[in-house]
């Protein structure tokens, strides 16, 4: 229940999950995984949970949900004016 213009000015390649949450994810060959829907704090880095698009009657949208680690090795950019995150990770993972 804070005010935004009361949170500290984040620094180079940190972000406020409320900023994340909402941004669309896709891999370096430019396939959508989905949407951000949350996180999950590890201790060690934060997890980006991932929900697909539309989910097939097959599979639901909680069941291909795509937990996608939030650090380097995964994540190539982050881009909040185009609402985007580009990631390392498959289709198949």
């Known amino acids: 229940f804070v005010s935004r213009s009361s949170f500290p000015s984040a620094g180079d390649d940190e972000y406020y999950w409320v900023d994340l949450i909402g941004l669309s994810v896709v891999n370096r060959a430019g396939d959508a995984l989905g949407t951000v829907v949350g996180l999950i704090d ?3 880095h934060s997890v980006l949970r991932v929900a697909p698009a539309q ?3 097959e599979v639901s949208a ?3 949900e795509r937990l996608i680690p939030f650090v380097g090795a995964y994540v190539d950019s982050v881009s909040l004016p ?3 995150i580009v990631v390392d990770w498959g289709l198949d993972y």
Do not use: H, M
Request: proline fraction near 17%.
């Open 55 to 57: 989910a097939t009657p």
């Open 62 to 64: 909680a069941e291909a």
């Open 82 to 84: 185009e609402r985007r």
């Open 42 to 44: 590890t201790g060690p």
